[in-house]
C-alpha cells in the first residue's frame, strides 16, 4: 500500500479502512512520531478532508479522535456516479421501476456468475468469503474479512463505489445480498449489520452457517 498511495494521502487511506482514531493510533499507523502524524492531520483538516473532535472516556483528559469529512469520503471515486444516475433517472422514466429491478437483478446474475469462476464448491466458507473480499476489493470496495469469535465471519467493504446510484435506487443493495448468497452458499444466513446509505462510515455483512 505504502508503494502507491501518496505520502501526504497515507491517513485518508487509514481513516477510510480502519474509522475513527486518535493521534497517537495514527502515529503507529504512518510508523512516525506523533509530532509527524499531527503535522499530517492538520495539513488535511485545513484542506477539508479530515475533523477532530474531543471526547471523554471515564477520568483523565479527553481525547482527540478523528476521522474523514464528507469531502474526505469523497475523495474514494464513486464509479461513473452521474452518468449512472441519469440513466438509471432514464430507465426509471421511460420503462417504468419494474423494467429497472429487471436490469439490476441481471445486473447482479452476470456479478455472481463472475466471482464464481474463481470460487470454486469446493472451498471452504472461509476462503470463498476471503477470495470475494479480493474480488470486491479490485472493483473498488476496499473490502477485507474479519472471523469472529462465534465461529461467524464479517464481511467488511469500507467504500462503495456505486454510492450515488445506490441512493437513488435501494435496488442495488438487495441485489448485492442476493449475490453474495448465490456465490457463498444459499444456505447460509447473511446478514448486513452495518451499511453506508444508513449512515455507517462502512458496509459490513454478518454471514455464518
Request: net charge neutral.
Amino acid at each position: 500500500m505504502n508503494n502507491i498511495i501518496p505520502e501526504n494521502e497515507k491517513a485518508l487511506f487509514i481513516l477510510k479502512n480502519e474509522g475513527e482514531m486518535t493521534l497517537k493510533e495514527m502515529a503507529k499507523e504512518l510508523a512516525v512520531t506523533t509530532e509527524g502524524a499531527r503535522f499530517q492531520l492538520l495539513k488535511l483538516a485545513n484542506e477539508g478532508f479530515v475533523k477532530s473532535e474531543s471526547r471523554s472516556e471515564g477520568r483523565g483528559r479527553p481525547k482527540q479522535i478523528w476521522s474523514l469529512t464528507e469531502q474526505g469520503h469523497a475523495k474514494f471515486p464513486d464509479t461513473h456516479s452521474g452518468l449512472t444516475v441519469k440513466l438509471i433517472e432514464k430507465i426509471r422514466e421511460n420503462l417504468g421501476e419494474e423494467a429497472l429491478d429487471k436490469i439490476i437483478a441481471s445486473t447482479g446474475k452476470d456479478n455472481a456468475e463472475k466471482y464464481q469462476k474463481q470460487i470454486t464448491a469446493h472451498d471452504d466458507l472461509e476462503e470463498k468469503i476471503k477470495k470475494l473480499a479480493a474480488v470486491r476489493s479490485k472493483e473498488g470496495y476496499m473490502a477485507n474479512y474479519e472471523k469472529q469469535d462465534d465461529g461467524s465471519f464479517l464481511l467488511v467493504e469500507n467504500h462503495c463505489p456505486i454510492c450515488a446510484a445506490a441512493k437513488i435506487c435501494h435496488g442495488f443493495c438487495k441485489a448485492e445480498l442476493q449475490t453474495f448468497k448465490t456465490v457463498l452458499g444459499e444456505d447460509l444466513k447473511i446478514k448486513r449489520v452495518h451499511h453506508i446509505l444508513a449512515g455507517a462510515r462502512r458496509c459490513a455483512y454478518k454471514i455464518e452457517a
